[in-house]
T-cell receptor, first 112, second 112 residues
Framework: SQQGEEDPQALSIQEGENATMNCSYK?????LQWYRQNSGRGLVHLIL?????REKHSGRLRVTLDTSKKSSSLLITASRAADTASYFC????????????FGTGTRLTIIP | GAGVSQSPRYKVAKRGQDVALRCDPI?????LFWYQQALGQGPEFLTY????????KSGLPSDRFFAERPEGSVSTLKIQRTQQEDSAVYLC??????????FGPGTRLTVT
């Protein structure tokens, strides 16, 4: 079963705007990862944030993690048409258990 | 270098047939994972290998599902007596231990 939920389920914005997606999860984690999936390139790893980190940046991506609320957010700045895809958060459990538990995903559409 | 490859990319099986799905991980990656992704959902964990050892098979939905990785490299996921509910995309991922997982393009299985 899915670990948690992502919000919103679908998001459409104009090119150049910022997109924010949220993820909630249920159990304690070792780290949280964000993935992008589109039909052309499959599931691609974007960024990993460890449980002792609160914020991380990578290019146009900014991820926050609040372990007290069991939630994370992904911000994509200055969106581009190529950012159109589904975005999933995935949690890795306690040390020694590497399997990922994915959220339900957010379908992002960038309008040129 | 080459990424994770999976074959076949598409498979149509009649209900009751057996199928075998192959995964070639990135060379040198110790960990290998299988996930099942239903339409419109996030991937769900099936099973996990470290080298040739199957450390977690808690996600396999029934005893019709079997996975192996006999030499610690290539892995095969076998589904016996396929049912319509087995229709999904089957994703394979590999990683170095405790690092991000790299996903293959998936095998889309359709059971008619």
């Amino acid at each position: 079963s899915q670990q948690g939920e992502e919000d919103p389920q679908a998001l459409s914005i104009q090119e150049g705007e910022n997109a924010t997606m949220n993820c909630s999860y249920k159990t304690s984690i070792n780290n949280l990862q964000w993935y992008r999936q589109n039909s052309g390139r499959g599931l691609v790893h974007l960024i990993l944030i460890r449980s002792n980190e609160r914020e991380k940046h990578s290019g146009r991506l900014r991820v926050t993690l609040d372990t007290s609320k069991k939630s994370s957010s992904l911000l994509i700045t200055a969106s581009r048409a190529a950012d159109t895809a589904s975005y999933f958060c995935a949690t890795e459990g306690d040390f020694g258990n590497e399997k990922l538990t994915f959220g339900t995903g957010t379908r992002l559409t960038i309008i040129p | 270098g080459a990424g994770v490859s999976q074959s076949p990319r598409y498979k149509v099986a009649k209900r009751g047939q057996d199928v075998a799905l192959r995964c070639d991980p990135i060379s040198g990656h110790v960990s290998l994972f299988w996930y099942q992704q239903a339409l419109g959902q996030g991937p769900e964990f099936l099973t996990y290998f470290q080298n040739e050892a199957q450390l977690d098979k808690s996600g396999l939905p029934s005893d019709r599902f079997f996975a192996e990785r006999p030499e610690g490299s290539v892995s095969t996921l076998k589904i016996q007596r396929t049912q319509q509910e087995d229709s999904a995309v089957y994703l394979c991922a590999s990683s170095l231990v405790l690092y991000e997982q790299y996903f293959g393009p998936g095998t889309r299985l359709t059971v008619t």
